[in-house]
């Protein structure tokens, strides 16, 4: 079996490499943090000194971090795993980044003849746990066959978008409209609380109707217990809005309710909320009306 | 069996109408236009001369109208119905109108000895053909349970809200998250379609996720076919999400995101789109980005 190298062992990566290894995978990994390194150590998982060493030792390398910048820094920086990759290797990146920036970093790659697929997932820390992550994948055919297997350790739902790139397109529409209808949630039920009716009431009447989502589902019983522990922070929820919008603006794309709810999210974390749940979208809400849910 | 009257046969009332002809109810009529009332007229119904001659005859009066004025000129107006209610008698207003409006209503049928509940409707034209309605209801509890068989003969998701107004209030909450959720989708898609990725494999990869809605699912692909035909017109929409506003603004309530969708709408209608499907908010975006979908 191909060795794997795990470059990112953060909140989701840690529990994807945790999967991988169950799946019978031989890892080696890097992280700049060392906790999680030493963790996976214990369970028998090759520790690098850099992205270059990780490169060097595998056939696959799969980072998982936290936005374009440190992708392109552990990919193409000082020690950078493009050092380490020789031609034909296979870089699969699941991190949440601008498929701009995704594009970039593949042509460099391609012209050492490192091939590279983008696979960003969503689902959250509790998915990436039990291995159940929605994958969207930016590649070429064959090589989303050759590794579907791979990715089928992290995820269920492993699904060829399109090209390189196409993976973080579909996470950021994915993000957009996951931003916009928690608020919406918020902003409609702090309407029919003030109405003096009961939310849950509101709730059962409404949620198997046009109205019903995932985010409805998902997130108001946490927003009724105001428990906003992540899941999902808003700080990262920022980081993918941004990329949205500055993928919309270099399109010439109009993106006004993604643009007004990503204000919301930065009063929210200028508020010093960045590390709640994205479900917290209901406390600016009820800022602005002086009036809480519950 | 009781005598049910029932004032407002259009797109959504007619069907309803006929729900109940088929459950057995035995029905008297009354609606301006003429065509729907001798379609009914066939079926052996009694066709009345005006509300208050529907409400002389019958133990329950259903209206089903376009707004809040229309119910109060029906109810309350020249030759309305409250002049041939007695005590006891029951108004079940199904009309998606103002919760502010159904409780002066029903406050001033109220000392008549006359009872109302509010029982607005969502699924459109469709489902209240096919008697699947859903049926948001402000009652008292034994009101509605002296009602609810009445009521399923014309939806099969009958609750209980609240108080006389929930169940309009419910249908409000409702509208925003529609009206929000159909936006985005057109937003984010439009973003997803401009990165020069197939729409439908975008769809594939998050339908199921977070981002999945029921308003994603049914909408996302009549929008694929440039399919805008109601369904549910823009026009329709715009009124009910000026009750919206309306009742937010009067409780000191901020919703930001539905004030700018019905903006959108008001757009779209001031372009001639009235009689379009509100999945047609999509053009509003392309429109704005000069871009289409598909």
């Known amino acids: 079996m191909k060795r794997i190298g795990f470059i990112g062992l953060g909140i989701m990566g840690k529990p994807m490499a945790i999967n991988l290894i169950k799946s019978g995978y031989d890892l ?35 980072t998982m971090l936290p936005n374009g910048p440190e992708v392109k820094e552990v990919l193409l920086g000082d020690n950078g795993a493009i050092y380490g ?20 970093i593949a042509s460099i ?3 050492k003849g490192i091939r590279m697929m983008d696979a960003p997932v969503s689902g959250g820390e509790t998915r990436a746990i039990d291995g159940t992550l929605s994958i969207m994948v930016g590649a070429y055919k064959e090589d989303f066959s050759n590794y579907y297997d791979l990715l089928s350790a992290m995820g269920s739902n492993v699904t060829l978008v399109g090209e390189i ?28 609380a003030k109405c003096e009716v009961n ?7 409404i949620h198997s109707g046009l109205a019903g989502s995932n985010a409805l589902q998902s997130k ?20 993918d809005l941004k990329n949205i919008l ?10 006004p309710l993604t643009k007004m709810v990503t204000e919301f999210i930065e009063k929210l974390i200028s508020d010093g909320e960045a590390d709640k749940d994205h479900s917290a979208i209901l406390k600016y809400y009820e800022k602005i009306s002086s009036f809480n849910l519950v």
């Open 246 to 255: 500055e993928t919309a603006q270099s399109l010439d794309v109009k993106m």
């Open 165 to 192: 790139g196409s993976g973080n397109v579909a996470k950021l529409v994915n993000q957009s409209i996951v931003a916009v209808n928690i608020a919406v949630v918020s902003e409609a039920f702090l309407l029919g």
């Open 109 to 111: 790659l391609a012209k």
């Open 220 to 239: 108001f019983p946490l927003m009724m217990e105001g428990n906003f522990e992540p899941g999902f922070t808003l700080e990262l929820h920022r980081k």
């Open 28 to 62: 080696v990994v890097y992280n700049r943090s060392q906790a999680s390194v030493q963790e996976l150590s214990k369970q028998g998982v090759e520790v690098a000194f850099s992205p270059m060493d990780v490169a060097k030792k595998v056939d696959v390398l799969i």
């Open 199 to 205: 939310p849950e009431s509101i709730y059962e009447a």
């Open 85 to 104: 990759l020789s031609k034909g290797k296979m870089v699969i990146d699941m991190s949440s980044i601008s498929p701009v920036t995704t594009k970039k």
